[in-house]
């Protein structure tokens, strides 16, 4: 298709929507990439270390960068420049937006944060500690909830301002795990170093969070009830992407 080439070190994050791809740099730089050609649009300059995540909003109006330099960036795509910073206590990475647009996620080894745009980033957001260093996180479609998983296979999908439920994938060296809309399906993909690859329906722990008081957390003790695919890659998986192809 093409090819990205500038001589800014290692791309360490990239976010793409239909018309434009950006990608973060080793150096700090995030850039612009014109799909169709592949030309170098703009750049920004704002981070003094290497990039740790990259947020397109869902109006593509706007990206929200992370830094090893503990820095946040909420740049404006229309003008060009940011448009707010901020220096956190903590680096943040694996950061998204929610379908909304009005919060966003950010994982830190065994913690995961909760922001709201409309409050200061600095003081106020809602923290959750795992066991274990988390792999993945993400929203779960339009419902209000996360998943975080963790190394040792724990997925814990967390229902913000309610309960949340746990079950174990069964994956001692667990890579990368991604939320798929499947129709009326709401499922998770888990894919571990070992190249154990598996789908699961959380169509059903939807049903069940929604009876959950808050605070409270479930214990799914056979989740393999839940399982609907596995197979082996028979390679190690050091990424995943998923996407719902309907006709």
């Not at 937006?97 to 009005?102: F, R």
């Not at 909830?145 to 309960?163: M, P, R």
Request: charged share 20%.
């Amino acid at each position: 298709m093409g090819g990205v080439l500038e001589n800014l070190g290692s791309v360490n994050f990239i976010q793409s929507c239909k018309s434009h791809t950006l990608t973060g740099s080793e150096q700090g730089n995030i850039t612009i990439w014109r799909n169709k050609d592949w030309t170098n649009l703009h750049s920004f300059k704002g981070h003094r270390a290497g990039v740790t995540g990259l947020a397109l909003h869902p109006s593509s109006r706007m990206l929200l960068s992370s830094g090893k330099d503990r820095k946040i960036f909420l740049w404006n795509l229309i003008k060009a420049r940011a448009s707010f910073k901020c220096r956190l206590d903590k680096v943040i990475e694996d950061i998204q937006w929610s379908p909304c647009g009005t919060f966003f996620i950010g994982k830190s080894d065994r913690e995961v944060r909760v922001y709201n745009v409309e409050c200061s980033l600095k003081e106020e957001f809602i923290n959750f500690w795992f066991k274990s260093s988390i792999v993945s996180v993400g929203f779960l479609g339009n419902s209000g909830c996360f998943f975080s998983a963790d190394l040792q296979g724990e997925v814990n999908i967390v229902a913000i301002g309610k309960g949340s439920l746990s079950f174990n994938t069964g994956d001692q060296r667990l890579s990368k795990a991604v939320f798929l809309q499947a129709d009326s399906r709401k499922l998770l993909i888990t894919a571990s170093t070992l190249g154990e690859l598996r789908i699961w329906n959380l169509t059903p722990a939807f049903r069940a969070i929604e009876t959950l008081k808050k605070n409270d957390c479930l214990v799914i003790e056979n989740p393999d009830d839940m399982m609907v695919f596995h197979t082996d890659l028979n390679c190690r998986v050091s990424a995943l992407v998923a996407n719902s192809l309907t006709q």
